[in-house]
């Protein structure tokens, strides 16, 4: 099983990116996909999650209303699309599934992609 997240650069506050991740080796329906971010010395955090379905995403706090989750499960890739981008976004970024949402989580997701970097310039 493997997840590759891209898209991560540069951006001027305010600015918007769009990561991508592609997934492999396995039933890509079968698992939520979401969504985590990293900054040295912080906790990971969640950032966001989508149902197989694509009908039931959720978002962490501080990107609601800014970040939209999608998949498109024919090409096996989960997207992120990220508006309105703060310097407090900063972080790698990573693609992550699991078996439902409710493990959606830093402790009990099933796996974790390489991160890509989001770097907000103020």
């Known amino acids: 099983v493997q997840l590759q997240a891209s898209g991560g650069g540069l951006v001027q506050a305010g600015g918007s990116l769009t990561l991508s991740c592609t997934v492999s080796g396995y039933t890509f329906r079968s698992y939520v996909m979401g969504w985590f971010r990293h900054t040295p010395g912080k906790e990971r955090e969640f950032v966001s999650a989508?149902?197989?379905?694509?009908?039931?995403?959720s978002y962490g706090d501080s990107v609601k209303g800014r970040f939209t989750v999608s998949r498109d499960t024919a090409k096996n890739m989960v997207y992120l699309q990220m508006s309105n981008l703060k310097p407090e976004d900063t972080a790698s970024y990573y693609c992550v599934a699991a078996n439902n949402l409710a493990k959606l989580t830093v402790v009990d997701a099933d796996y974790w992609g390489q991160g890509t970097q989001v770097t907000v310039s103020s």
């Open positions: 989508i149902t197989w379905s694509g009908s039931t995403t």
